[in-house]
């Protein structure tokens, strides 16, 4: 009996430690920083590509880190999806110039050609971003163009 209960404390101190050491991942975006990457990517997958464009500094840029990129609804929207581009104007500020972005955030969809779906600037919530993501995919079904796209 005493072998008994030294295995089973042992298992039980492993099964803690390792849900410790190992907790349950939150939803991720799996950004990708080149906006070519990005555009082979659509090209390739036939997704649209879905574009965040931010400062180190914003600080409703750091809240729609938190609160909207990291919503498992958002994650799955867009891992299944979408090809996610993050800009920053540290690293892109001439294209972020051309794109003529004058304050962040800002969110932007494009087809894999580079044409232009929306943009929503400022902070978005989540459930915003999801509705108007779930109306891109329902007016994509219905447009004939867009089977040809893929």
Not at 15 to 36: C, D, K, L, N, Q
Not at 42 to 68: F, P, Q
Request: glycine share 4%; net charge positive; charged share 20%.
């Amino acid at each position: 009996m005493n072998h008994f209960r030294k295995l089973a404390v042992l298992t039980l101190m492993l099964v803690g430690f390792m849900s410790h050491r190992h907790p349950i991942a939150a939803a991720e975006v799996r950004w990708t920083h080149s906006p070519e990457q990005a555009i082979q990517a659509a090209h390739s997958t036939g997704r649209l590509i879905i574009v965040s464009v931010g400062a180190n500094w914003c600080h409703y840029c750091k809240e729609m880190d938190r609160d909207v990129w990291k919503h498992p609804a958002i994650a799955k929207i867009i891992a299944e999806e979408y090809v996610p581009l993050k800009l920053t104007d540290e690293q892109h500020q001439e294209l972020i110039e051309t794109m003529q972005i004058k304050g962040y955030p800002a969110t932007l969809i494009f087809t894999q050609d580079r044409q232009l779906v929306t943009r929503m600037d400022g902070y978005i919530s989540a459930e915003k971003l999801a509705n108007t993501m779930r109306a891109i995919r329902l007016s994509r079904q219905r447009s004939p163009q867009s089977s040809t796209a893929r």
